[in-house]
């Protein structure tokens, strides 16, 4: 069993949806969680982070951790063409800057 | 200010060769850490750099080695290609003097081993 799993996809929704994007993990040890956004060759792009359990929001982007359930979520408000990419989650293993990466999903955004 | 920077960006090699490619992360941080991004695995920590020293390695053969130079520069050698190799190798830089360890991408270099 991987420590972050991820469903893969596709995901294609409408232009103005939301979106919801998720993951689970395995380590209770795990404290900080992590959203990238990855376009097409290019290297992963840092959405946002969450520490322990709760709620943060920037802009249309809301991330959600619930430690009791071990679930990590992502949703994408209003969303857009240009939000179209691969989305993965990540947790921080213990010190030193490893993470620990879900399989990532693919979103199409269709207009 | 620049991003993080990967040289090359393309790489064909033949299996039993060897590789080192090269990370210039962004100014002001010293930590720099190398993944591989393949189809089946995913993104895959192989390891990472602080002041010239190794501090936290993944799970991956010997072949793969790297250094950091007193400048935050790192390279990262693999030794001995196989066609398994073949993926996105992304190196990431950070801070790592506050919370939480927000990690920057460079592009990557895609190697193709023949």
């Known amino acids: 069993q991987k420590e972050v799993e991820q469903d893969p996809g596709p995901l294609s929704v409408p232009e103005g949806a939301i979106v919801s994007l998720n993951c689970t993990y395995s380590n209770s040890a795990f404290q900080y969680f992590m959203w990238y956004r990855q376009y097409s060759r290019k290297g992963p792009e840092l959405l946002m982070y969450t520490y322990s359990s709760g709620n943060k929001e920037d802009g249309r982007f809301t991330a959600q951790v619930d430690k009791s359930s071990k679930y990590i979520s992502l949703f994408i408000r209003d969303s857009q063409p240009s939000d179209s990419a691969t989305y993965l989650c990540?947790?921080?293993?213990?010190?030193?800057?490893?993470?620990?990466f879900g399989a990532g999903t693919r979103l199409a955004v269709h207009p | 200010k620049a991003g993080v920077t990967q040289t090359p960006r393309y790489l064909i090699k033949t299996r039993g060769q060897q590789v080192t490619l090269s990370c210039s992360p962004i100014s002001g941080h010293r930590s720099v850490s190398w993944y591989q991004q393949t189809p089946g695995q995913g993104l895959q920590f192989l390891f990472e750099?602080?002041?010239?020293?190794?501090?936290n390695k993944g799970n991956f053969p010997g072949r793969f080695s790297g250094r950091q130079f007193s400048n935050s520069r790192s390279e990262m050698n693999v030794s001995t290609l196989e066609l398994g190799d073949s993926a996105l190798y992304l190196c990431?830089?950070?801070?790592?003097?506050?919370?939480?360890?927000?990690?920057?991408f460079g592009p990557g270099t895609r190697l193709t081993v023949t």
């Open positions: 990431a830089s950070s801070r790592t003097d506050g919370t939480p360890y927000e990690q920057y």
């Open positions: 750099y602080f002041s010239e020293t190794q501090r």
């Open positions: 990540a947790s921080l293993s213990g010190g030193y800057n490893k993470l620990i």
